[in-house]
């Protein structure tokens, strides 16, 4: 059983940035399918950005160029640098997690494919 818990949300302006973190706990953090989505009110969840076990990553092409995500393995922890950001990012933002190496590839985390997910955190953008 993995247990995922975000932190790092908050309200900034137009143009700030932000970062969130997400600590792991259970074992085999490294070898699994890591992935950031979010849901705006109204919305379906999306996929924002993916890291395999490999250190590939996958972004939306929504936020490619401004987001970043990566890795602390020893820390069995997952961050999302959020930079140039918009009040269209304005969303509940959730971890998430796949010991199925393949959903990094395939796109399952795009489309909420994953098997484990945090509670989000709220990132709000005012203009």
């Known amino acids: 059983q993995v247990q995922l818990m975000e932190s790092g949300g908050g309200s900034v302006q137009e143009g700030g940035s932000l970062r969130l973190s997400c600590v792991s706990s259970g074992s085999s953090f490294s070898a699994y399918c890591m992935a950031w989505s979010r849901q705006a009110p109204g919305k379906e969840r999306e996929g924002v950005a993916a890291?395999?076990?490999?250190?590939?990553?996958r972004y939306a092409n929504s936020v490619k160029g401004r987001f970043t995500i990566s890795k602390d393995t020893a820390e069995n922890t997952l961050y999302l640098q959020m930079n140039s950001l918009k009040p269209e990012d304005t969303a509940m933002y959730y971890c998430?997690?796949?010991?199925?190496?393949?959903?990094?590839?395939?796109?399952?985390?795009?489309?909420?494919?994953?098997?484990?997910w945090g509670k989000g955190t709220l990132v709000n953008i005012s203009s």
């Open positions: 890291i395999g076990s490999d250190g590939l990553t």
């Open positions: 998430a997690a796949s010991p199925t190496v393949a959903d990094c590839v395939s796109g399952a985390w795009r489309a909420n494919g994953m098997d484990y």
